[in-house]
């Protein structure tokens, strides 16, 4: 809901700009130029920033891909930021990542030797059409 709400504050800003100077004052250029830099930061800013702080904070969705030769274990916050686990049985590692729509600022730490199923009696199966 506060995406709705973020996306509708922006498209208020540029109609704005686009009528209040475009349209009012007759000054197309610099008007078109105002809302493209409107558009531009307001979506940046999305991207970049507002997402994970919209769905921490105030609830909403996020659609993360978890790559095919790892298997998910874990998410959790820390701060405004979301870190994920997941295992690769191929290197027998655990990636616990950062996630970051830009891939800047990335956080990542490698696990080396973790077989996070020791010790549970499960087994993962070797041949991806056992799945």
């Avoid at 009528?19 to 009012?24: L, W």
């Amino acid at each position: 809901m506060i995406t709705y709400l973020y996306w509708f504050l922006v498209a208020v800003l540029v109609i704005g700009a686009l009528f209040g100077i475009g349209v009012r004052l007759g000054k197309w250029k610099p008007a078109l130029i105002i809302a493209a830099v409107i558009w531009l930061v307001a979506t940046l800013a999305y991207y970049f920033w507002l997402e994970q702080i919209f769905v921490k904070r105030f609830g909403g969705t996020m659609n993360i891909k978890v790559p095919e030769e790892q298997y998910h274990i874990g998410a959790t916050w820390k701060g405004d930021n979301l870190w994920i686990q997941n295992y690769n049985p191929e290197t027998n590692e655990c990636i616990f990542q950062e996630y970051s729509r830009g891939n800047m600022l990335e956080g990542k730490v490698v696990l080396k030797n973790c077989d996070p199923l020791q010790g549970t009696g499960m087994v993962l199966p070797k041949d991806p059409t056992l799945q």
